[in-house]
């Protein structure tokens, strides 16, 4: 018996289960869904053989076992995106679902994710600025889990850690850059240099010069001003804040500090709890 031969006996065994008939038309019927187990061929070299096929109940099954498969792979996709993603696991709590609806903003990070090919194709960025906690992170961790879960790989850090890792890894500074320039979106949160020495400024222009010329898209968050970004102190500030406003479509975040709203929240429960009159006011930070 060649190959072919024994290839065409293992197929053509259909698994008989109890309940199983044979049909008017001489195929093997399930007993449990009443459609058949079987087809006729009905071209040559096979012609008249009866082969093997999912009865309704057996694809339903084979179905739900693909989409279970398919589901885990999905899961298990994006929890490696995020771990590799995120500097912080509390990172990952930072979601549309968990969001206090608080922050008027929010509806452009939707539209940033709902529109995020668009976004790709034309290299489209944020530069998200204003006071310390309004909640610019939280807004780029919205976009970043959103994007995450549609498996888009997406890299979230800040300078600190990014100047960290170029001076630990001299030799690998290439390549590492490079790595944060593959990302199809890059966040880099906290951005600001008010502190930055030489070293450090020639650094940041360096990722960011590389990131627009890889012409993918950056989104930063910063706690300065458009207005320190539009008037640099000096040339070394001025071509990297160029090249972010090249890049980045501003939107400034004001109102309440929503750090500050939490704390006043926690203290008013708190005082509600003990029963207490009076607790000195939280202080602005
Ligand atoms: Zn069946």
């Not at 989409?67 to 490696?80: I, S």
């Not at 034309?122 to 998200?128: H, P, R």
């Not at 390549?175 to 880099?188: D, F, S, W």
């Not at 500050?260 to 207490?276: F, I, S, Y």
Request: glycine share 6%; with cysteine; aromatic share 8%.
């Amino acid at each position: 018996m060649n190959d072919f031969d024994s290839i065409i006996k293992r197929i053509t065994v259909t698994r008989l289960e109890p309940g199983d008939y044979t049909g008017e038309d001489g195929l093997l019927y399930c007993g449990k869904c009443r459609t058949p187990k079987q087809f006729r061929m009905e071209a040559p070299p096979l012609e008249g053989r009866l082969l093997p096929h999912p009865c309704r109940c057996e694809q339903e099954r084979l179905d739900q076992e693909a989409a279970e498969q398919e589901a885990r792979r999905h899961r298990q996709t994006v929890a490696d995106l995020k771990r590799r993603g995120f500097t912080d696991p509390a990172m990952r709590e930072w979601t549309f679902a968990n969001d206090n609806g608080k922050c008027l903003r929010m509806k452009h990070a939707r539209f940033y994710v709902e529109n995020w090919p668009t976004m790709q194709e034309e290299n489209i960025g944020y530069l998200l600025w204003g006071g310390v906690g309004t909640g610019k992170s939280y807004f780029a961790g919205c976009i970043a889990n959103a994007l995450m879960e549609q498996e888009v790989a997406v890299r979230m850090t800040n300078f600190a850690l990014i100047l960290n890792d170029l001076t630990a890894s001299f030799e690998g500074r290439n390549e590492y850059i490079a790595r944060l320039c593959r990302a199809p979106l890059l966040i880099l949160d906290d951005f600001g240099m008010e502190r930055g020495t030489e070293y450090g400024l020639e650094q940041v222009y360096n990722v960011i010069d590389s990131r627009y010329r890889s012409r993918r898209p950056l989104i930063v968050t910063t706690n300065l001003s458009l207005q320190d970004l539009q008037h640099p102190q000096d040339t070394a500030h001025a071509r990297i804040y160029d090249r972010l406003l090249e890049m980045c479509a501003p939107i400034r975040f004001s109102g309440e500090n929503f750090r500050k709203v939490t704390a006043q929240d926690k203290l008013a429960r708190l005082k509600n709890l003990m029963e207490l009159p009076a607790l000195s006011p939280v202080a602005d930070d």
